[in-house]
C-alpha cells in the first residue's frame, strides 16, 4: 500500500468518525427539539420529573421530629437591614438530608410571653440556598406593624432578629414542602416579591449549579433598593450565566436609584410585565409574595392563556387566590347552592362554604376566625384542629401526619358538612 494510500485510509476513518459523531449530536438536539415542541403544543404536560441529586436518599435521611441546630453565622442581606440571614448546622454533625429546592424548615420556638414565662410555638422559613450537605440557610424578614396601626410587631421574626445569636441552638424539623422546583429541560420563570424571594434564591442557585443549560428568568419585586436582598450575589449569577435573565422592579425607587443600573421596570409586578419581556414558550412559572401580588397575578397567568398545571404558587400572609380549576369543579358531596356548612364551634359561628372560598384555613381567616397557622403547606402541623362531626378532603398528601379525629386546615376541604373545634 502506498503512503497516499494509507493517508487516504486515515482520513475517510477520521471523517467516519466524525460523521457518526455528529449525528449523535444531531439526534440528541433533534430529541430535545421535539420534546419542547411537544410542550409546546401541550401546556397541560407537567415538567419531567426526576430528583435532585440525592433525592433517592433524601427520605431515608431525614429525620422524626425535631433536630438540634446551631447557628454558625448571621449576615444581613439588604441595605434596610430588615432581612437576616441564618446558617444552620446539625448539633451531632451528621450529613444533612438534600432537600428540593423551594421547601422549607419548620422551627419550634420558645418565645417570651408578657407574664415572664415562654409560650411554645411552630414557625416556618424557607430554605434560601441549594441543597448541601453541611449546613441549611433560611433568610428572616423582621415583620413590623404597619405604619399607625396598633398590631404588633412580628413574634417569631422578632425573636430570631433580636435573640437568635451566632452559636444560639435551634430545634428544627426536616425540610418539607410541596412547592417546589423539579429537575427538567422545561424553561421556567421565578416570580418573587418581598421576602417571596428567598425560595426562588433556593430554585435559582440550584438550577444554576445543577442545570446551567436550562433557560431561567427572575423576576424580583421591591419597593427600592434599601429593600433588595442579595444584590451583588444576583448581579453576579445574571454575569456568569447566559441562560439566566434578571429582571428588577421597584415600585417605589430612591432619588438614588438609577434605571437600568438598579432596576429595570418601575412596577410592580403584574401580568403586563411578564407579557412584554417573555418569549411565547411554554414556561413554568414559580410564583411567591404578599397576598395582594398572589391574588392578582395568578387568576391574570390562566386569562393570558397559562394552563393552571404550569403556574406553582406559595403565599406567605393569607390569601385567597380564585382558580379557574377550583370555580369549576364538580361540587363535593353534600354540596347545596348554598354551598356546604361548616361549624366552628369555639367560635360560635355557622359558615356556608362554596369551592371559590379555598381552604377551610382561608375560610376561617375571611370570617374573622383565628387559627394558629405556620408553612400554609402541610408540614408543620400548627393549623391541626378536631374534627367534632363530618369529613374533610384533603388537596395534597400533608408533610405533617395529623392526629386522629383532627386536620389540617391550610390544606383541607370540607367533604361533607363539618363542625371543628376551633
Not at 197 to 218: K, Y
Not at 394 to 403: G, I, L, S
Request: charged residues 20%; hydrophobic residues 40%.
Amino acid at each position: 500500500m502506498s503512503s497516499l494510500s494509507l493517508v487516504l485510509w486515515i482520513a475517510a476513518g477520521i471523517a467516519l468518525q466524525l460523521a457518526i459523531w455528529l449525528g449523535i449530536a444531531f439526534r440528541r438536539h433533534w430529541s430535545g427539539y421535539q420534546a419542547l415542541r411537544r410542550r409546546a403544543t401541550d401546556p397541560d404536560l407537567p415538567p419531567t420529573a426526576s430528583p435532585p441529586e440525592g433525592g433517592e436518599e433524601t427520605a431515608a435521611a431525614a429525620w422524626p421530629g425535631f433536630r438540634s441546630f446551631r447557628v454558625e453565622r448571621k449576615t444581613f442581606e439588604d441595605a434596610g437591614l430588615s432581612v437576616c440571614s441564618f446558617y444552620l448546622v446539625a448539633e451531632d454533625g451528621q450529613p444533612l438530608p438534600a432537600f428540593l429546592p423551594g421547601q422549607f424548615l419548620t422551627f419550634r420556638l420558645d418565645l417570651p410571653t408578657a407574664s415572664g414565662s415562654t409560650e411554645a410555638v411552630m414557625r416556618c422559613y424557607s430554605l434560601s440556598d441549594a441543597p448541601r450537605p453541611d449546613g441549611y440557610r433560611v433568610s428572616i424578614k423582621r415583620v413590623l406593624p404597619p405604619a399607625g396601626s396598633d398590631f404588633p410587631p412580628g413574634r417569631s421574626s422578632s425573636y430570631f432578629h433580636d435573640c437568635v445569636k451566632v452559636g444560639s441552638k435551634l430545634q428544627v424539623r426536616a425540610p418539607a414542602g410541596h412547592f417546589h422546583i423539579e429537575r427538567s429541560a422545561v424553561p421556567v420563570v421565578l416570580i418573587g416579591a418581598g421576602i417571596g424571594i428567598t425560595p426562588m434564591l433556593s430554585m435559582l442557585t440550584w438550577c444554576l449549579a445543577q442545570q446551567p443549560g436550562r433557560e431561567v428568568w427572575l423576576f424580583y419585586g421591591v419597593r427600592n433598593s434599601r429593600e433588595m436582598v442579595m444584590k451583588a450575589q444576583l448581579q453576579a449569577m445574571a454575569a456568569a450565566h447566559p441562560n439566566f435573565r434578571l429582571r428588577i422592579c421597584f415600585s417605589d425607587p430612591l432619588p438614588q436609584d438609577v434605571a437600568v443600573r438598579d432596576y429595570q421596570h418601575r412596577v410592580r409586578i403584574d401580568v403586563n410585565v411578564l407579557r412584554m419581556q417573555l418569549p411565547l414558550k411554554p414556561y413554568h412559572f414559580y410564583v411567591c409574595g404578599p397576598a395582594s401580588m398572589m391574588e392578582s397575578l395568578v387568576p391574570a397567568l390562566e386569562d393570558w392563556g397559562v394552563a393552571p398545571a404550569r403556574i406553582h404558587f406559595e403565599a406567605f400572609a393569607p390569601a385567597s387566590i380564585k382558580r379557574r380549576a377550583a370555580m369549576n369543579a364538580a361540587a363535593p358531596q353534600g354540596a347545596t347552592d348554598a354551598g356546604i356548612l361548616v361549624s366552628f364551634a369555639r367560635s360560635g359561628k355557622q359558615i356556608q362554604w362554596q369551592p371559590g372560598d379555598g381552604t377551610l384555613l382561608q375560610l376561617a381567616e375571611a370570617h374573622g376566625i383565628a387559627v394558629n397557622s405556620g408553612c400554609r403547606a402541610g408540614g408543620c402541623g400548627s393549623c391541626q384542629t378536631t374534627i367534632r362531626a363530618g369529613e374533610v378532603s384533603y388537596r395534597q398528601t400533608p408533610d405533617y401526619d395529623p392526629e386522629p379525629g383532627s386536620c389540617l386546615l391550610c390544606i383541607c376541604t370540607p367533604k361533607t358538612g363539618v363542625t371543628l373545634e376551633a
